[in-house]
């Protein structure tokens, strides 16, 4: 199975400022990497799919890079919408894979 | 609005079996591969199965198969998780998710399995 290692485990940072979550994948994935939002009461939501690209309807603030092994979620100048946890999910091969999440808090 | 709803969740004696379905409405759901993602209390996403779209393809986590079985009625726009021989490790929340080559582009609310004795 693909091991997915995400990083950091925890964020704190404040309204306007941008972070980056970093996702590394024990194997070759390709660009078959996305990236989730998870937040009390709501639905868990895609972010990224692909490793770059925008799922429809999602703030162009957030953005995914990397291919390979080495993926890295940015999102720049923070809404107070945007805490909560998220995590990747490699989609190249079964079993798909998860990372074990990051939560982003307020500073 | 795609909308997925799961029921079926509860509190179940290890060993026994439980049945989840998820009421999928907003899209063409026979379009669509279909899978179950489960997190433990306090963990992480772990995906547990998925189906093709029109049920003749299923794949599943080692740790579920054998005992898991996921299926589909395409006329009912439903998905199902068949849980059998359940083991305390099995319990966690598990979400019904709509997938296109393995992105989960739209989930459910989830359904809460406990196995306790």
């Known amino acids: 199975d693909v091991q997915m290692t995400q990083s950091p485990y925890n964020l704190a940072a404040s309204p306007g400022e941008s972070v980056s979550i970093n996702c590394k994948a024990s194997k070759s994935i390709s660009k078959y990497l996305a990236w989730y939002q998870q937040k009390p009461g709501k639905a868990n939501k895609l972010l990224i799919y692909?490793?770059?690209t925008l799922q429809s309807g999602i703030p162009s603030r957030f953005s995914g890079s990397g291919s390979g092994t080495d993926f890295t979620l940015t999102i720049r100048s923070l809404e107070p919408e945007d805490f909560g946890l998220y995590y990747c999910q490699q989609h190249n091969e079964y079993p798909f894979t998860f990372g074990s999440g990051t939560k982003l808090e307020i500073k | 609005e795609v909308q997925l709803v799961e029921s079926g969740g509860g509190l179940v004696q290890p060993g026994r079996s439980l049945k989840l379905s998820c009421a999928a409405s907003?899209?063409?759901?026979?379009?669509?591969?279909m899978a179950w993602v489960c997190q433990a209390p306090t963990k992480g996403l772990e995906w547990v199965a998925s189906i093709s779209t029109g049920g003749g393809n299923t794949y599943y986590r080692d740790s579920v198969k054998g005992r898991f079985t996921i299926s589909r009625d395409n006329a009912k726009n439903t998905l199902y998780l068949q849980m059998d021989s359940l083991r305390s490790e099995d319990t966690a929340t598990y979400y019904c998710?709509?997938?296109?080559?393995?992105?989960?582009?739209?989930w459910g609310q989830g359904a809460s399995v406990t196995v306790s004795s």
């Open positions: 907003g899209f063409t759901f026979s379009n669509y591969g």
């Open positions: 692909d490793g770059s």
């Open positions: 998710a709509r997938h296109l080559k393995g992105v989960m582009d739209a």
